[in-house]
């Protein structure tokens, strides 16, 4: 069976360029970067070759780059280098509907004894600055907010809520996850102090990403041990994957227009023929604030993970923000901070595309997901009219 | 994702009994579109009393599907008051167990019959749990915490939240989930103490059930130590006919001591009644 994979919000396909890059690394070139030989200390050029392309990417300097282990890690160290810089400042701001590396730091700050400013958003899943203006205070450390929401995609207004933290005298950071490679990011254009990226959401390996920390910043790391990174990050690099991350940074500068485009015209016949053609559907997030490649989209009346595990059965691969896909039993903090009903949330389905999804895989989700929900609502008791 | 059985991907994928009978003589119907998950169930009883025709209409997971079409398969035949001994342990072991976080899909099965069965005797519609709601969240009642946990053994608020969603949602009631269970597990240990009224009848289903459950439990790893085993061949009425393999086979006390071994463990664990039979198969 082939697979349809409509969930690259959740990972990617290693790009065939990125891999063939990386391969020498997990093969003969496998010296230490911080060897004293040149068989070891060779490897040191592909990392800075690595770190300038990344760099590139987002308009910053290559010494503005520390690699890391995920987008959680970069966003774990930002928030708390920030937090360590000023101990008078112990108050944090964020969102409701951040990524769990985020989330569920700022819960872990709360009960540690930190106030934390939890942001609201509007039925479109779009955050206010204006109350970003109001929650910022005098002792306010860090401001967090995503750049784009990964189960709505929605595209926050980071640079005005940036300038707003800046005005305040306190650091911003952004996690960036999702952002990064679809939608241009130019850091010399910006204020932001702290930017998370991650390898495996733009066609790179999992297990590798980065922190863009801005010139001039205090930053105190979270992983102490060797000098790797200029200090800011011990550990031995991850020389193959960072390589990789690299690679796959100068891809998407050169397909970003594609994801701009063609991915964004995929996605929206993919949205507009299921919302036509499945009633009772609604889309979730702002209609054109949003990332091109992520369609949410609720079918009323029946339950995400009972849609997911019948798509699975045709190859069609996709997420939800049901409760019972979770193992919890609530269904997405991101819905619920929408104020989507709960109805609809356990409904909840999540495509994202890719620059490797095609028209044709596009015309098989179009064709065959309406009547799986037409058999589920055939089972429910819901959505039959007064009737019922 | 989950660890579905393939008796749970079948039910899911082929759901049976699926929809309404039109001039049912009873509906049962539990669970609401906000929590997740809901199950509407439709009897049709014949003049013997014996169930003609189950169907159901559910909104929910795979689980909570394959629980329900598991359900209709179960109780159709059987008599009302057969029905009305049909366990949430049932349901999941028809469908060769659930993962633990699913289990409450099978306590909704049972509730959606109970709630059926309440209906045809012309009571309230609607589960007729006593008590008071604990758990906020989900509407559970402290009845319906303490039933999930004498029937199905439970020892932590973890466990409650898996089988009846109690605690799932804020957590703020999960120190009253552990005070019920405390309470729960004390009246145990009185009944224990004093010799109650006998426990309700089993359905045939549930003592092969717990017969087999016995014999996997607390008779094989037993006869293992010695290098023999024994197999379950059949159960007639309250004779349960094994054959002993290994070196149990053939063993002159056999027939006389491993039987009785046997024989006394089921009666233990399953019904007093139990007589073990050994034969050739």
Redesign the interface.
Request: aromatic share 12%; glycine share 8%; with cysteine.
């Given at each position: 069976m082939r697979t349809v994979y409509l969930d690259n919000n959740a990972t990617t396909r290693i790009a065939p360029e990125v891999l063939e890059a990386m391969l020498p690394f997990l093969g003969d070139s496998y010296g230490n970067p911080s060897s004293m030989h040149s068989f070891g200390g060779g490897v040191r050029r592909h990392i800075d070759r690595a770190r300038g392309q990344v760099a590139a990417l987002i308009g910053a300097d290559a010494e503005e780059i520390i690699f890391t282990g995920s987008g959680t890690e970069g966003d774990n160290t930002a928030i708390l280098s920030a937090l360590k810089a000023d101990p008078t400042r112990a108050h944090v701001v964020t969102t409701r509907v951040e990524h769990p590396a985020v989330l569920a730091l700022g819960k872990q700050l709360e009960r540690e004894g930190r106030r934390v400013f939890w942001l609201g958003v509007d039925a479109e899943g779009m955050l206010d600055p204006d109350e970003v203006r109001a929650a910022v205070r005098d002792c306010t450390g860090v401001v967090s907010v995503m750049y784009a929401n990964n189960e709505t995609g929605v595209v926050f207004p980071v640079e005005e809520v940036a300038a707003i933290a800046k005005a305040c005298g306190c650091a911003f950071h952004t996690d960036a996850v999702q952002a990064v490679g679809k939608v241009p990011i130019d850091m010399r254009r910006s204020v932001i102090d702290y930017l998370a990226l991650s390898g495996h959401k733009l066609h790179a390996p999992k297990g590798v990403g980065a922190l863009y920390i801005r010139k001039g910043t205090k930053f105190n790391p979270l992983i102490v041990g060797g000098h790797q990174e200029m200090g800011r990050r011990g550990g031995t690099e991850n020389v193959a994957s960072i390589v990789g991350l690299g690679a796959a940074c100068e891809l998407a500068a050169r397909t970003m227009e594609e994801e701009r485009t063609r991915v964004k015209a995929l996605r929206d016949r993919l949205e507009r023929e299921l919302l036509s053609r499945a009633p009772d559907t609604r889309l979730n997030g702002h209609p054109a604030r949003r990332l091109p490649n992520t369609a949410n989209i609720s079918f009323e009346?029946?339950?995400?993970?009972?849609i997911l595990?019948?798509l699975n059965?045709l190859g069609i691969c996709a997420s939800s923000g049901?409760?019972?896909?979770s193992?919890?039993?609530?269904?997405s903090h991101v819905l619920r901070a929408m104020g989507v009903?709960?109805?609809a949330a356990?409904g909840s389905v999540r495509f994202s595309l890719s620059r490797y999804t095609t028209d044709e895989e596009i015309d098989f989700a179009i064709e065959r997901v309406p009547p799986i929900i037409r058999e589920l609502r055939?089972?429910?008791?819901?959505g039959r009219g007064p009737a019922k | 994702m989950w660890d579905y059985s393939e008796k749970v991907m079948d039910h899911f994928l082929h759901p049976r009994n699926v929809g309404e009978i039109p001039g049912a003589d009873a509906v049962g119907e539990v669970g609401n579109i906000a929590c997740g998950d809901a199950l509407k169930l439709y009897l049709k009883i014949d003049p013997d009393g014996r169930v003609a025709d189950a169907k159901f209409q559910t909104f929910g997971c795979a689980s909570a599907i394959a629980s329900a079409s598991a359900l209709t398969e179960i109780i159709k035949g059987m008599t009302v008051e057969e029905a009305g001994r049909v366990t949430n342990d049932d349901i999941a072991r028809h469908l060769g167990g659930l993962p633990k976080e699913k289990m409450h899909c099978s306590v909704m099965g049972r509730e959606a019959l109970e709630a059926a069965l309440a209906n045809l005797r012309g009571e309230k519609p609607v589960p007729a749990e006593e008590g008071r709601i604990v758990c906020t969240c989900f509407g559970v009642t402290d009845a319906q915490i303490a039933r999930v946990v004498r029937e199905n053994r439970l020892t932590t608020p973890e466990e409650v939240t898996h089988y009846c969603k109690a605690g799932g949602g804020c957590g703020g009631c999960v120190p009253e989930i552990q005070e019920i269970i405390d309470e729960v597990r004390r009246k145990e240990l009185e009944k224990e103490t004093r010799p109650g009224p006998a426990a309700r009848p089993m359905t045939n289903i549930q003592k092969i059930g717990r017969i087999q459950e016995t014999i996997e439990k607390e008779i094989k790893p037993a006869l293992r130590l010695d290098g023999g085993d024994i197999e379950l061949i059949d159960v007639v009425g309250n004779t349960v006919q094994v054959a002993f393999r290994g070196a149990c086979a053939g063993c002159p006390a056999s027939g006389v001591t491993v039987a009785s071994v046997v024989e006394r463990k089921l009666r233990e664990f399953v019904s007093p009644e139990i007589t073990v039979e050994e034969v050739q198969g």
């Open positions: 009346y029946v339950e995400g993970e009972a595990l019948r059965e049901s409760a019972c896909t193992g919890s039993l609530e269904p009903p709960y109805t356990h055939a089972i429910s008791p819901f | -």
